[in-house]
């Protein structure tokens, strides 16, 4: 199995004013995006193609919002990528440019 072409742990998901679970996972993996919750249970997933990946107005630096079959998330990464060695999420921004990427859309 290829490694991950992007994981993020500890992910608070959300949609609108419901959280979904607060040590989530993001996962970006052959081609796909998947969101688990804290058992590793699939809440959601969809071809990277299909999915918009953004940054909400208005809204603190370590959140980010992933439209998938209909469904807006609400992502809570980190402010700032973890020092090497250290855990934590990584950055919205990163994850960001890693659907994009993943897609094929630019970075």
Do not use: C
């Not at 490694?3 to 052959?30: C, H, M, W, Y």
């Not at 402010?79 to 990584?90: L, Q, R």
């Amino acid at each position: 199995m290829a490694e991950p072409e992007f994981t993020a742990k500890g992910v608070r998901i959300g949609t609108r004013l419901r959280s979904l679970t607060r040590a989530g996972q993001v996962r970006i993996n052959d081609g796909r995006l998947e969101l688990l919750n804290s058992y590793g249970s699939e809440i959601d997933s969809a071809p990277v193609q299909a999915v918009r990946a953004s940054k909400p107005w208005f809204a603190a630096d370590d959140r980010a919002l992933a439209d998938l079959n209909g469904n807006r998330y609400l992502l809570t990464l980190g402010e700032h990528d973890p020092a090497p060695g250290e855990p934590g999420p990584p950055a919205a921004r990163r994850f960001i440019e890693a659907v994009r990427r993943a897609a094929g859309r630019g970075g």
